[in-house]
């Protein structure tokens, strides 16, 4: 199957009441992950943010990379691109680190959670230096608990493990189904 029929599947089951409504999950969080060949990063980013808009359920679809710059607030890229050339790329990573490690991205994830049905979340490739998906994953676990989180990321989802871009294992992350 390829990438637009995996993700025209896709945007057809999580239309369904079954998936809205969480059954079958056995009280397990509504985590799921969307894993595909890192080529085609593009594509899944303009289905997701076509489908976010077009589908009648209510959708937001979130951008980690997006979410990240926001966070340092008066901070520009070229601010942050100018900091790495002066710095160094792991001084920049070092002077970032804080502020996504204090849980202001889980909060603001928590936060646009609320009153909609099902989070999209992508980005994951452009941020992961700086964050993890296991980690996010599991810190938002005490944030989101009632809505259905749908992790489209470029790699591989065993259900044991990820592989982002079917080349850096992380440490094993059980919880989410894979979709």
Known sequence: MDIQQKLDRFFEEIQKEDFLKMRGLGNEVPYFVFDYEPEDELMVRK??????????????????????????????????????????????????????????????????????????????????QLIRTHELLNQLHAKVTNTPVIVFYPGTYTGQGLSLFNRFDSSGYYRAFSI
């Open 47 to 128: 289905s997701v943010s076509y489908h976010a808009e077009k589908l009648p359920v209510e959708m937001k679809a979130l951008n980690l990379f997006e979410m990240m710059l926001d966070l340092f607030g008066d901070i520009t890229l070229d601010g942050l691109k100018q900091f790495e050339e002066d710095e160094g790329t792991e001084d920049l990573f070092d002077a970032m680190r804080p502020t996504l490690e204090e849980e202001t991205l889980v909060e603001r994830i928590g936060a646009e959670a609320e009153n909609t049905q099902i989070l999209l979340i992508t980005g994951i490739g452009s941020v992961f």
